[in-house]
């Protein structure tokens, strides 16, 4: 059974963990930045064969993000019948605006912090701003999620405005239509959206409907919007123009920070678990020395 991306709080499902990170639409965004992570709550122990084929696999992603950039996986014993459960099954793709140079140094960053967010998960994945990874030890290639993973919709909002919602509308029409990455604009109201490279075409339109609905009853009028779904994303803002990312401003000490930025989060919740685990230990013995 394929791992679900949904927001769980039960011991099976994955959690997701969300960075506030403001993101300037519109205007220049690292492709590094941290936008929301996801990890199955299932372990694997170290020095096992999973973890030889989850470093095969991530060893694979940088070499091969910098000539291509998207590509998939089975690592392992993908042929044993039943499945011993050590193959990984996995992804990477980058956003279609980035230069190579940009999507290598990217994937290099997710492949970086996806140990950090979720050590030893089962299954995990990472979206950045320019770049997605993911992995797992059941096979989902090619199979349609639009479960909702993440949304940001901006504080600032557009009322009363009936060409602001024309334009917007215009915007989204045309993004859902879309095949792989696409811009689209009309007057101040630009945005993109883009559908994981393993979706067949009727499963993008499908996928972005689904975003481009998710836009509007979710954030309403407001006037930037993000939504990311399990196979697919899109995205619109007031901003009047639509910027690439440099790579010239790709900045590794950002990345060195996002990256401790991440890892403390991390170490604040595994501090909170093993208070939790103590403290129910506690109350335990506690209940037997009663009786």
Not at 11 to 30: I, N, P, Y
Not at 177 to 202: N, P, W, Y
Not at 246 to 268: C, F, N, P, R
Request: some cysteine; proline content about 2%; glycine content about 10%.
């Amino acid at each position: 059974m394929v791992g679900s991306l949904h927001l769980h709080s039960t011991a099976q499902g994955f959690f997701f963990l969300f960075l506030s990170l403001r993101l300037s639409h519109g205007l220049l965004v690292k492709p590094h930045i941290f936008i929301y992570g996801g990890c199955s709550q299932e372990k694997y122990g170290p020095n096992t064969p999973f973890e030889a084929n989850l470093n095969a696999f991530l060893s694979s992603v940088v070499t091969s993000s910098s000539q291509v950039s998207y590509n998939t996986y089975a690592t392992g014993n993908g042929s044993s019948t039943p499945p011993d459960g050590t193959t990984v099954y996995g992804l990477y793709q980058c956003r279609g605006d980035l230069q190579r140079p940009d999507c290598s140094r990217c994937m290099q960053s997710a492949v970086n912090q996806i140990g950090l967010v979720c050590p030893y998960s089962y299954g995990a994945s990472l979206q950045l701003e320019g770049c997605y990874l993911r992995y797992d030890r059941a096979s989902f290639l090619g199979t349609l999620d639009t479960s909702l993973n993440f949304k940001k919709c901006s504080k600032s909002s557009v009322k009363n405005d009936l060409e602001f919602f024309r334009r917007r509308d215009i915007v989204l029409a045309d993004l859902q239509v879309g095949v792989g990455f696409k811009v689209s604009s009309s007057g101040m109201v630009e945005g993109f959206a883009q559908c994981m490279g393993d979706l067949s075409s009727s499963d993008c339109s499908s996928c972005l409907g689904d975003a481009v609905g998710k836009l509007k009853s979710l954030c309403g009028s407001a006037a930037a919007a993000d939504v990311f779904l399990g196979q697919c994303y899109a995205r619109y803002w007031a901003s009047g123009y639509y910027q690439e990312f440099s790579s010239a401003d790709s900045s590794h000490q950002d990345e060195d920070h996002i990256g401790k930025t991440v890892a403390l989060i991390v170490g604040v919740l595994a501090g909170l678990a093993v208070l939790i685990v103590i403290l129910s230990f506690c109350h335990s013995n506690g209940m037997k020395q009663q009786v």
